[in-house]
Every structure is written in C-alpha cells, then in structure tokens.
C-alpha cells in the first residue's frame, strides 16, 4: 500500500494523493476514509537522536482518475490485484488488517480502545 510522511503545508488527503502518485503512478481522488489504524505496543526508538515515536497511519479510500501503474525508487512491484487474490498476498498482519478492514467494512476503523 502506498504510503509516507506529511509534509508541512499540506493536507493530510493531499499527502495521500500525492505519495500514491509517487509510489505507483496513479493519480486518485480522495473519496473517504478506511479508518486511523495504530498499535501501542509498536514504539520505534531512534538511537541517532534518542526519539521515540509511536507511528499511526490514516487509511483512505480513493479512485483512480490517470496515470499508469508504474514502480518507482518507493516501490518494486505496483499491480491492480483482484480482491479473490488478496488472501495469498504476503504481508505483514498490520497491513492484512488494514487491506481486510477496507475490503469488508463499511464504516471507518476506530482503535477499540478509544470508545
């Protein structure tokens, strides 16, 4: 799944069109949103600067509206995969959760633990 950080200055459904653009070569428009996924227990610790961060990730819907999937320096493969074919993927849990989330939800994911 295309993905990336969120430059100053922009939008967050911005940054979403434009790291899928970068990483696949499809152009797409915003039309909802999947959900925000998180998980408190993965913390990354920077020994470089002693930061420690917990990521989240905001999951849109969108369409796409041109280009051609195309790899680039991001990404090594950018194929449409016919959603039958999802369960074979290889991928790691966090992403199977946000790709089955997508495919069988209709409403956004909220984290459990913030109802």
């Known amino acids: 799944?295309?993905?990336?950080?969120?430059d100053p200055g922009e939008s967050?459904?911005?940054t979403a069109v434009r790291e899928t653009l970068e990483e696949t070569g499809v152009n797409i428009h915003v039309t909802g949103?999947?959900?925000i996924f998180t998980d408190p227990?993965?913390?990354?610790?920077?020994t470089s600067?002693?930061?420690v961060r917990q990521e989240f990730t905001v999951v849109y819907r969108g369409e796409?509206?041109?280009?051609?999937p195309t790899t680039s320096s991001e990404s090594t493969r950018v194929e449409w995969v016919p959603i039958e074919r999802i369960p074979e993927l290889t991928m790691d849990r966090s992403?199977?959760?946000?790709?089955d989330w997508a495919v069988n939800e209709s409403e956004p994911y909220?984290?459990?633990?913030?109802?």
Not at 1 to 6: D, E, I, L, R, T
Not at 41 to 46: A, K, L, P
Not at 64 to 68: A, K, T, V
Request: glycine letters at 14%.
């Open 41 to 46: 227990t993965h913390v990354i610790h920077y």
């Open 1 to 6: 799944m295309p993905g990336g950080a969120h």
């Open 12 to 14: 967050l459904s911005h």
């Open 64 to 68: 796409p509206i041109g280009g051609q």
């Open 95 to 99: 992403q199977r959760k946000r790709i």
């Open 33 to 35: 949103i999947v959900g």
């Open 110 to 115: 909220i984290d459990p633990d913030a109802r």
């Open 49 to 51: 600067n002693d930061e």
